[in-house]
T-cell receptor, first 109, second 113 residues
C-alpha cells in the first residue's frame, strides 16, 4: 500500500466550477501537508502549505486537512482555463516528502 | 530570479553510458534533493543533502550517486545507465531543515535506449 493515495482523475470541469481534489495517507508521522501545481513540462510549483488540521485559504484556493481521518483536500473556486494542470498532494515527516501520483485537471472555457 | 536551474533539459543515452545531471540554486538554501517522476508513480526521492557536505539515500537510490559540490550545487550521476532509469528528474531546494516547502526546477527529461 502506498503511503499517499490520490484520486487519479482525470477531471474535466467547465469554467467557473469548483474543483475538488483529495488525498489520503497512512503514516501518522506526517506533519506538514502541501499541494503543488505542475504544468506540462514544468516543475511542481507550491500552491499551499499547512501543518495543522483545519482550513487554509489563499485567494481561490482552500486547503483542508483532517489529521484524525488522514485526509487532505484542495478546493479551487471559480476555476479558470489557466488552472488546467496536474495537482500533486505531498506530505512530510522530517526530510521525507511523500507525493501522491497526481490528478490532471482540465478546465473547459 | 532563477531559483533552481537544471541542466541539461533533455538527454538521450545508450545503455551503459554515464551521465551527470547538474542542479544549482541561487536562494541560499541549505537542503537540496533529487527526485524522479514516472507516470502513475508520483515523485520519488533518490538522494538528498540536508546541508553542505552531507548526503543521504532516499527511496530509490540504486544506480545513482550524488555530489554536493558546494552550497549552491548538487549533482546526480548515473554511472551505467539502464532503460529503467528513463524518467524525468527534478532537483529541489529548501531553506530550512526538513520543515519548509521545497522549490523545484523544471526537470531533466532523460531517455535511455
Amino acid at each position: 500500500q502506498k503511503e499517499v493515495e490520490q484520486d487519479p482523475g482525470p477531471l474535466s470541469v467547465p469554467e467557473g466550477a469548483i474543483v475538488s481534489l483529495n488525498c489520503t495517507y497512512s503514516n501518522s508521522a506526517f506533519q506538514y501537508f502541501m499541494w503543488y501545481r505542475q504544468y506540462s513540462r514544468k516543475g511542481p510549483e507550491l500552491l499551499m502549505y499547512t501543518y495543522s488540521s483545519g482550513n487554509k485559504e489563499d485567494g481561490r484556493f482552500t486547503a483542508q486537512v483532517d489529521k484524525s481521518s488522514k485526509y487532505i483536500s484542495l478546493f479551487i473556486r471559480d476555476s479558470q482555463p489557466s488552472d488546467s494542470a496536474t495537482y500533486l498532494c505531498a506530505m512530510r515527516h522530517d526530510y521525507k516528502l511523500s507525493f501522491g501520483a497526481g490528478t490532471t485537471v482540465t478546465v473547459r472555457a | 530570479n532563477a531559483g533552481v536551474t537544471q541542466t541539461p533539459k533533455f538527454q538521450v543515452l545508450k545503455t551503459g553510458q554515464s551521465m551527470t545531471l547538474q542542479c544549482a540554486q541561487d536562494m541560499n538554501h541549505n537542503s537540496m534533493y533529487w527526485y524522479r517522476q514516472d507516470p502513475g508513480m508520483g515523485l520519488r526521492l533518490i538522494y538528498y543533502s540536508a546541508s553542505e557536505g552531507t548526503t543521504d539515500k532516499g527511496e530509490v537510490p540504486n544506480g545513482y550517486n550524488v555530489s554536493r559540490l558546494n552550497k549552491r550545487e548538487f549533482s546526480l550521476r548515473l554511472e551505467s545507465a539502464a532503460p529503467s532509469q528513463t524518467s524525468v528528474y527534478f532537483c529541489a531546494s529548501e531553506q530550512g531543515s526538513g520543515n519548509q516547502p521545497q522549490h523545484f526546477g523544471d526537470g531533466t527529461r532523460l531517455s535511455i535506449l
